[in-house]
């Protein structure tokens, strides 16, 4: 689409430049009335398609989606993964080491296979192809995830009205829209009830689009203007009013968003927050690595002249590996896909507890919330309404007005399909001798003003044997503004202040018992209304009486409660219900203590924000509030700097959703609107569902801590005991070989990395407060630990390395040492290199918690036991099988030197043990 400017035109010019290029030509649906365009593609407007038929179409025309951008390759990928900076230094020192090996060879006339090299090129090699399955991996998880979350639409077939994945609609479908639904392809409307359209990702228009069913009028040569066919609705919109049906007439990249899809750019998942933090580190260690070994070889130069003695060849090329080995021991090769994968791992745990992650970036949040803001109905609630009282001298008249007011059925069964609220009046009537679809029948629908959280009622107009008559529901403070007279015992009479207060009483009385309440009244007409807007309609009403509802909170939301106040989370309830109600269950509940910590939404109105936010944190109860006061709610205490979570469901809870730090949308009763812009979805809609994922977002991130600081205190250990031995050892001895320690860092250092991933959750995980969401990768005494840590490691290391050589080979090798036919030095380099790797191995265990104890937790980790014993099999067979061993430049050990290194590893753990204790008791002391 580059080669047509598209950057300088229209969305609409786009098109027609399109189809004046490839000779397409679209047919003009909307200069057809809906009879000619149901003919048209072949369907009906009460039953749709049949099942058959619409999967045949899916067969011939595919997948309702657009065409998605190119993924890379697996070859740039794995190009992508050998271009790291860390990754590059070990190419290079792998090049210095080949051209050395290769002037040896020449100069002395003796070839000796570069072992070293191949196998730093083998890590390498390895390292990236596991980088890019990882990756793959990881990628499909996500998508996975976001297949479970994918879009679905209302569609009618074999005449049911079902739910289908938006990607498998085909043309013919006859859709149902309603307020917060994402428009999934291009369809002619054929029924609508006040629906608005926002098309602004089509066509620029910020305004919402008022749309009809009637024929437009084009001719021939003169298209109608793409934002004013407003009898057709186009993938990629959003319904903001209103309802409607319509018949898809195009999918995929059929439709006006598939033919400009050439020009819209792809969302990708960044990077989270840890992630970025990983990079720059690894940019870090990459000028760290490069400067500590020009800092090396030029300390064993200076010596080796400063010593008098000759700088030779062979000499240079010892210290160039000792310079390599460095490198390769400061780097942690394994940690960014350690990291990924404990990530990819975590967000798949959550999705089998209804969490379902949208973006990687929420994992992170999660771990740091402190507010959490839940909707009540259906989150803290079972969202199962019940009618069990009402009050109205007309129970007849007040049931069936509910039933008609509302876009809930029940089929000849008894099985009412619908929002829960609006199911509970279609049931009450049904036990009431008075099934919808008789009503229906009787009383058909003419005309509507939807339901409107503003407005918070909805009115219906009917007509029966020429009589029309309107019905309205709603709040009851809100219906009785709107109502000028009262049905009593007696008949119709003008609406009193004593009326007033009276219903009032009833519906406080209703409240009081955790009643959800509404009301409903009705209006007569002489004539059809030919204004069906809610300014026409709802005024002069006649007040006929109140329901009171039921929806049971959940069973486990108590106990969530509780744990969000131990973890130091504090729970706010938001709901449109009457005050008394809210605070019967929040009180109920636990989340508050009085009467006193809640407030309406129209006292909210009466403070400034400036004046909010000084008492935002007096408030846990929010009742009848409009979706802007969500908005000002979440503000106010980001503004207090605290980590926001925010759910919401209705098309308005968007712009609060996208506000919070982590947005949460209900994937049962959530719009497609609020679904898109959450960063997790809650796939029971249950508020113990957003707690088991804040503690499970903690778990993962205490568990990248622990892999974090045992990859770095390992090669921060490796790096000193390389240092040290610099100074410590003659110049151009060197106590470790790069593929030495290559071995150590990926083979004995990963696998346990992972399976510290796989910990479970501590004990007091959900008793600790959030943890500050600016906090650094070494905050809370991480990199006062990776250093003191690293450092035990390398004094175990040099004892092994100095009893190898000096005792032992003494001891067990004397004669061989006598004869010539042993290594001293080689001894203590192979006994230190069973000491390092059993060192971090045995470790790993003392980072199942970074500040308990390892003998007080409870349960064991199998990953990492089987990750101790793989690494510890792996590594015997390079220090045990003397080909093996010579090929990683050691000896093979006995027995007793097995063990003696070995035992030596073990030391680290009771080490450890000794410095948590008095970290613990300082902790107590300071009252932390």
């Given at each position: 689409m580059r080669s047509l400017g598209c950057a300088f035109f229209t969305g609409h010019q786009i098109i027609r430049l399109f189809e004046e290029r490839y000779g397409l030509k679209s047919m003009k649906f909307y200069a057809m009335d809906k009879e000619s365009v149901i003919n048209q593609v072949s369907s009906s407007a009460e039953n749709g398609l049949?099942?058959?038929?619409?999967?045949?179409?899916?067969?011939?025309?595919?997948?309702?989606?657009?065409?998605?951008?190119?993924?890379?390759?697996?070859?740039?990928?794995?190009?992508?993964?050998?271009?790291?900076?860390?990754?590059?230094?070990?190419?290079?020192?792998?090049?210095?080491?080949?051209?050395?090996?290769?002037?040896?060879?020449?100069?002395?006339?003796?070839?000796?296979?570069?072992?070293?090299?191949?196998?730093?090129?083998?890590?390498?090699?390895?390292n990236a192809v596991l980088g890019v399955l990882q990756e793959s991996k990881a990628e499909k998880a996500i998508e996975a995830l976001q297949e479970m979350s994918a879009a679905t639409s209302k569609v009618i077939r074999d005449g049911r009205l079902i739910s289908v994945h938006s990607e498998d609609l085909v043309v013919g479908d006859i859709i149902v829209l309603e307020a917060g639904d994402a428009v999934p392809a291009d369809a002619r409307i054929i029924e609508c009830a006040s629906m608005k359209i926002e098309e602004a990702a089509l066509t620029g228009e910020s305004v919402p689009v008022e749309k009809r069913e009637g024929t437009l009028s084009a001719d021939e040569n003169n298209d109608v203007p793409l934002g004013d066919r407003k009898n057709m609705v186009f993938m990629g919109s959003t319904v903001v009013y209103g309802r409607g049906k319509a018949v898809v007439v195009g999918t995929g990249m059929e439709t006006e968003m598939g033919k400009i899809a050439d020009a819209l750019s792809q969302a990708q998942e960044g990077k989270t927050p840890l992630q970025i933090k990983l990079a720059g580190l690894s940019k870090i260690l990459t000028y760290l690595v490069i400067g500590i070994c020009i800092l090396v070889l030029g300390v064993n130069v200076a010596r080796t002249l400063i010593s008098g003695n000759p700088l030779d060849f062979s000499l240079a090329m010892s210290f160039f590996m000792t310079a390599i080995s460095l490198a390769v021991a400061a780097i942690p090769e394994g940690l960014a896909t350690v990291v990924t994968i404990v990530l990819s791992i975590g967000v798949t745990n959550m999705s089998?507890?209804?969490?379902?992650?949208?973006?990687?970036?929420?994992?992170?949040?999660?771990?740091?919330?402190?507010?959490?803001?839940?909707?009540?109905?259906?989150?803290?609630?079972?969202?199962?309404?019940?009618?069990?009282?009402?009050?109205?001298?007309?129970?007849?008249?007040?049931?069936?007005?509910?039933?008609l007011c509302s876009d809930a059925e029940v089929d000849t069964d008894g099985v009412v399909v619908g929002e829960p609220t609006e199911a509970a009046l279609v049931q009450f009537a049904y036990v009431n001798g008075m099934p919808k679809y008789d009503l229906k029948a009787k009383s058909p629908r003419i005309g509507e003003a939807p339901f409107d959280s503003m407005r918070k009622m909805m009115s219906t107009v009917h007509v029966t044997d020429g009589t029309v008559r309107q019905f309205t529901k709603g709040a009851p403070d809100e219906i009785l503004k709107k109502c000028k007279y009262i049905l009593t015992e007696s008949g119709v009479r003008p609406l009193t202040d004593d009326d007033i207060t009276d219903v009032l009483s009833v519906n406080k009385a209703f409240a009081d018992r955790a009643l959800r309440v509404l009301a409903g009244a009705y209006r007569d007409y002489s004539d059809t209304p030919t204004d069906f807007s809610p300014e026409a309609l709802e005024n002069d009403l006649v007040f006929v009486g109140v329901v009171g509802m039921i929806d049971p909170v959940r069973p486990e939301v108590k106990d969530a409660i509780n744990e969000c106040r131990s973890a130091g989370i504090r729970p706010i309830m938001i709901t449109g219900d009457h005050k008394d109600t809210a605070v019967a269950i929040a009180m109920e509940l636990g989340i508050i203590d009085n009467a006193s910590e809640a407030i309406t939404g129209a006292e909210l109105d009466r403070i400034s924000d400036e004046d909010f936010e000084t008492v935002v944190e007096k408030y846990s109860v929010y009742a009848r509030v409009q979706p802007e006061h969500k908005t000002r709610i979440v503000n106010a205490w980001r503004k207090k700097g605290k980590v926001t979570a925010m759910t919401g469901d209705g098309v308005n809870d968007a712009p609060s959703i996208k506000n919070a730090d982590i947005g949460v949308g209900m994937g049962i009763t959530g719009t497609d609107v609020t679904k898109n812009v959450a960063d997790m979805i809650l796939a029971d809609d249950n508020f113990a569902t957003i707690v088991s994922a804040a503690s499970e977002g903690r778990r993962i991130y205490d568990n990248i801590r622990k892999a974090i600081q045992f990859l770095l205190a390992s090669n921060l250990s490796e790096v000193l005991t390389i240092l040290a031995a610099t100074f410590l050892l003659p110049a151009g001895v060197a106590i470790f070989q790069p593929v030495q320690l290559l071995w150590i860092n990926l083979i004995t250092d990963c696998f346990p990395a992972l399976a510290l991933g796989m910990e479970k959750p501590e004990a007091d995980i959900m008793k600790r407060k959030p943890r500050d969401s600016k906090e650094g990768i070494f905050a809370g005494g991480l990199g006062a630990a990776v250093f003191y840590q690293g450092a035990l490691v390398t004094v175990i290391t040099l004892i092994s390395y100095f009893i190898g050589r000096e005792l032992v080979a003494d001891l067990f090798h004397h004669e061989a040492l006598l004869a010539g036919r042993y290594d001293a030095a080689t001894l203590g380099t192979t006994m230190a290199f069973l000491t390092l790797a059993m060192c971090e191995v045995f470790h790993s265990f003392n980072m199942r918690s970074l500040r308990g104890s390892i003998f007080t937790i409870k349960g064991q980790n199998k990953w990492l036991w089987g990750a101790g014993l793989l690494s510890l099999a792996l590594t015997s067979l390079v220090v045990l099988v003397p080909p093996i061993a010579k090929v990683f430049g050691m000896v093979a050990l006995g027995g007793w030197e097995f063990l003696i290194a070995l035992g030596l590893g073990f030391c680290i753990i009771p080490l450890v043990e000794t410095v948590k204790f008095f970290h613990r008791l300082i902790d107590r002391k300071l009252g932390k």
């Open positions: 049949t099942s058959a038929e619409a999967e045949k179409r899916l067969d011939e025309n595919g997948k309702n989606k657009l065409v998605e951008g190119k993924k890379e390759s697996l070859l740039v990928r794995f190009l992508k993964q050998l271009a790291e900076p860390m990754t590059i230094i070990l190419l290079v020192a792998a090049a210095i080491a080949a051209g050395l090996e290769i002037y040896t060879g020449v100069s002395e006339g003796h070839w000796e296979f570069p072992f070293d090299v191949v196998i730093i090129l083998a890590v390498v090699l390895i089998k507890r209804n969490a379902i992650i949208r973006k990687l970036t929420a994992v992170e949040t999660l771990g740091c919330t402190q507010i959490i803001c839940s909707d009540k109905t259906g989150t803290l609630t079972q969202n199962k309404m019940t009618v069990v009282d009402f009050n109205s001298p007309n129970k007849e008249l007040l049931a069936k007005g509910m039933a």
